[in-house]
Nanobody
């Protein structure tokens, strides 16, 4: 089992920045890829950014150039640095982890609200 706890959400004005953190505990040795997803009201959950165990990253087109995902394996933590935030970035952001055994785990989410 893997537990994921997100932090760092909040209210920010458009153009501002936030840094989300997600710390994993439990069977952390089994974690391969990690990522951030978001779900806005009335919309489906979507991938924001992902990072592999080796450090390769991928981003949704809507956040490229503004968001940066990084990973500190020593601290079992993945970060999402969000700059130049827009009102359309408002959503609940979820941390996600894939294990070597094929399991997928989710955090409970952290709310990001960007005001115009």
């Amino acid at each position: 089992q893997v537990q994921l706890v997100e932090s760092g959400g909040g209210l920010v004005q458009a153009g501002g920045s936030l840094r989300l953190s997600c710390t994993a505990s439990g069977s952390i040795f089994s974690i391969n890829d990690m990522g951030w997803y978001r779900q806005a009201p009335g919309k489906q959950r979507e991938l924001v950014a992902g990072v592999t165990a080796g450090g390769s990253t991928n981003y949704a087109d809507s956040v490229k150039g503004r968001f940066t995902i990084s990973r500190d394996n020593a601290k079992n933590t993945v970060f999402l640095q969000m700059n130049s935030l827009k009102p359309e970035d408002t959503a609940v952001y979820y941390c996600n982890a894939h294990t070597a055994y094929g399991s997928v785990y989710w955090g409970k989410g952290t709310l990001v609200t960007v005001s115009a």
